[in-house]
């Protein structure tokens, strides 16, 4: 019997040009991995019974999960809107912008804030999504906020706003 999970809510579909092409190319070497896969899957079918047939085996799986990627880039992609504007009024935090925080103890923070297809945390890169980047949206500099992180409470002050493109010119 399957246990019933209800269906994420659908994420946001703004991306940047940087991560936009990030997944084009992304796509592509997929393509090319797959047909190495499905040529190394075929010379081990070759080699007789697949039943105990370790190679075959994984080579199925690799196929499965190349296919499975494949299939919500191709979905994913054509959805996306490309955000590659500076907005109007750049002192504000919107998408795209690289925004510096200062905690209550005085360390600084950098994030850029992106599409949910190419967050990176450990890169400064997070999602439009995140609970951090809802509460920074539509902020100015110099204001403050409070949000609510896995690890508890805390209060950031926004120490600067900039935007750039994706080659890092302003």
Sequence with gaps: ??????????SSLYITAHGYRTL???LQGLWQRRSETVKALSAAAAEGDRSENAEYIYRKKELREIDRRIRYLQKRLPELTVVAAAPSDPSRVYFGA?????DEAGEEYAYRIVGPD??????GLISMDS??????LGKALDDEIEVVLPKGRARYSITAVRYENDDGRR
Excluded: I
């Design 1 to 10: 019997m399957a246990r019933y999970r209800p269906p994420q809510p659908r």
């Design 24 to 26: 084009q190319s992304e």
């Design 131 to 136: 609970p951090l980047a809802r509460a920074l």
């Design 98 to 102: 690289w925004v510096t925080l200062e």
């Design 118 to 123: 190419e967050f990176d945390t450990a890169g």
